[in-house]
Structure formats: structure tokens, C-alpha cells
């Protein structure tokens, strides 16, 4: 067997690709590993430890119902797929799954830092389903002391929640970071010069770029002129439409 490093690397990483490794569940055994089960290890075991992670379950409303924990259930059941734009509550868990699989509290976060707080929810086996939430209450069931009431505002998203499958859920945008007040101008449609008036108060910071408010895209160059403390005057070279975010 020649040695490793004269081996051509493969730039091109499919699931199906194998690399050997020790199996510690089986005395060590020498087995092969596939690069997408690699990748399915990672997300269901959520290492990211500021990501929390839940499954999505379609508890039935017939009789009672049983929440299972590390969830994200509704009050009355639910169904096997719910649009994320049709959300605006949802009961979780106290309980995350965090690095290995292990069950952890996290429900003091429902209250600070998450509350008022912008939240992004991802699948986690598949990032083209996400939404991002304010996250307006927080109250635990009385009967179910152990799951929380979540109260929600869709701000935008793609996709839906989907039984069975895991989510992560993370803080987006630190409510407490709103002593520094900011505002989004989505007023640059089409001409090469705007005066914006923003209402901060203050000679604030502009960033401009491609996109939306909620999904600004590449950042682009324009001359900045400070009419007065609220009010600037953006300069294009040419037509312009995106977003101007003060700060």
C-alpha cells in the first residue's frame, strides 16, 4: 500500500464517499465511514452548543395529550406539515439536545435572552427550511411544567416544519442590543439618489446592499452625505434599488 500522501485528494465530496475508522461501540472494529452519515452525525448531535435542538412531533389531540420532551409541539396537535408562515405560537420543551445527544434545560433562555429577541429556526438536515421569529412571550403550562407556550411573529422564511424531523433554533438579534437604536430603509427602488430619513437621532452608520430587509445580500459602495441627525443623502453612480440599513 503506497503511502497516504501520494493519494490524489478528492476536491469533490459526495455522501457516498468512505474514509476507514474505529468503531468504539464495537471493541474498536475497523469499519468504513460514509461522508453523509458523517454529516447527519454532526447536525442531529447539534455541536454547536449555542444551537438548541428539537424535533418537530405531530402529537395526536385525541385524549390525552403526551409532549415528548426535546420538542416542538402544538396546543392542540398540529399536523404532519405546517407552514412556518402560519406560525405565530408553539409549546417547547424545556428540554434541548445538545453535543452527544444529551438532554439539557434551557429554558431559562425562553425568557432572556430570547425574549423580544429575533430567533432563526433551521431543519437540520436541510437548510433551505429556516424562518426567522421574533420571540414575543414566554409562559410555562401549568399542567405540562416541564413544556412553555412560546409566542412568535413570522417575520419571513422558507418552507415549514415537517414531522419527525430535528430543528435548531437560535438567537438571530439580542433584543438587549436595543439601547443602541437601528432602522432598516427599504426605500431604494430604481434611482441613483435618495435622502432617507431614518428618525435615529444620531449620525448613524449605513451600510448599503443588494437585497431586502430581511435578506440583504452584497454590500454595495455610494457616497454618504449627513443632512442633519436624521436624515442622509445616499449618491449612486448609477440606478439603484436594495437596502439601507442605519445602525
Known amino acids: 500500500m503506497a503511502r497516504i500522501s501520494t493519494y490524489v485528494t478528492d476536491q469533490n465530496i459526495v455522501a457516498d464517499d468512505k474514509w ?9 472494529q475497523t469499519k468504513n465511514f460514509t461522508a453523509g452519515d458523517v454529516a447527519e452525525f454532526i447536525n442531529t448531535t447539534a455541536s454547536e452548543s449555542q444551537l438548541f435542538r428539537y424535533k418537530y412531533s405531530n402529537v395526536s389531540p385525541g385524549g390525552a395529550i403526551i409532549r415528548p420532551d426535546e420538542s416542538i409541539t402544538f396546543t392542540n396537535g398540529g399536523a404532519l406539515t405546517v407552514p412556518f408562515s402560519g406560525i405565530s405560537q408553539f409549546v417547547l420543551s424545556q428540554y434541548a439536545l445538545n453535543q452527544g445527544g444529551l438532554s439539557i434545560n434551557v429554558s431559562t433562555w425562553y425568557t432572556n435572552p430570547l425574549l423580544s429577541s429575533d430567533v432563526l429556526i433551521t ?77 435615529l437621532n444620531k449620525f448613524a452608520s449605513v451600510t448599503v446592499s443588494l437585497g431586502t430587509p430581511t435578506i440583504p445580500l452584497e454590500i454595495v459602495e455610494c457616497q454618504t452625505t449627513y443632512i442633519n441627525l436624521n ?3 445616499l449618491d449612486f453612480t448609477n440606478n439603484f434599488t436594495g437596502v439601507a440599513i442605519f445602525n
Not at 474505529?22 to 474498536?28: C, K, P, V
Open 20 to 28: 476507514i475508522g474505529s468503531d468504539s461501540q464495537n471493541n474498536f
Open 231 to 233: 436624515q442622509v443623502k
Open 123 to 199: 431543519q437540520c438536515d436541510d437548510i433551505t427550511q429556516w424562518a426567522i421569529y421574533k420571540w414575543n412571550s414566554s409562559s410555562q403550562k401549568a399542567a405540562e411544567n416541564t413544556f412553555y407556550n412560546i409566542g412568535l411573529t413570522y417575520a419571513n422564511g422558507n418552507g415549514g416544519l415537517s414531522d419527525d424531523k430535528d430543528y435548531f433554533i437560535s438567537l438571530l438579534q439580542y433584543a438587549g442590543n436595543a439601547g443602541d437604536k437601528n432602522a432598516v430603509s427599504a426605500q431604494l427602488t430604481g434611482s441613483d439618489s435618495y435622502i432617507v430619513t431614518h428618525n
